[in-house]
């Protein structure tokens, strides 16, 4: 009698536990996740996009700097020849992302090379976090620093 109930015990806990879990670990296949290539109307989106934003940031980027306008003047032909290229860069099919993001870092140095030798390291950061997507906001910091302290302020009369 005792062996049966130490049976019926085991059996139901097996079951529950099948239940609950289930057969994931056997039956489940492990594939890398690959992201896919951008189709044809994403990349008309994002190269329409680029184009809206292309002279907003290159004027941002622009006024941030503290160069002389020969500077500035070939800062802005550099910039609007690299979001070009960038545009073109994303209409290639890659077989892999790891490729594709080395292929970008490589155009990324390439492009900029010249500008190196013209700018200052200063101004050249704030390029190269631009053209990485760090910082953006950063460029925004002047325009919107008054909006901020105004939600401040309008915070602590809302809680006070």
């Known amino acids: 009698m005792r ?3 130490i049976l019926i015990c085991l059996l139901l806990t097996t079951a529950t536990v099948t ?26 989106k994002f190269e329409k996009n680029m184009k809206e934003r292309q002279q907003e940031f290159i004027t941002k980027i622009i006024n941030k700097l503290g160069a002389d306008e020969f500077q500035k003047e070939i800062t802005r032909i550099t910039l609007t020849e ?11 099919e890659f077989d892999r992302q790891i490729g594709k993001k080395d292929a970008l870092r490589k155009l990324q140095k390439e492009h900029f090379s010249d500008l190196r030798s013209l700018l200052s390291e200063v101004d050249m950061n704030i390029i190269d976090d631009v053209v990485e997507g760090k910082n953006l906001k950063s460029l925004d910091e002047e325009g919107d620093s008054k909006k901020k302290r105004k939600r401040k302020k309008n915070n602590k009369k809302d809680k006070g």
């Open 3 to 5: 062996k049966v109930l």
């Open 19 to 44: 239940a609950q879990f289930g057969r994931r670990g056997a039956n489940q296949v492990r594939r890398p996740q690959t992201s896919s290539e951008p189709t044809e109307a994403q990349k008309a």
């Open 82 to 92: 690299y979001f070009d290229k960038l545009i073109a860069f994303n209409q290639i």
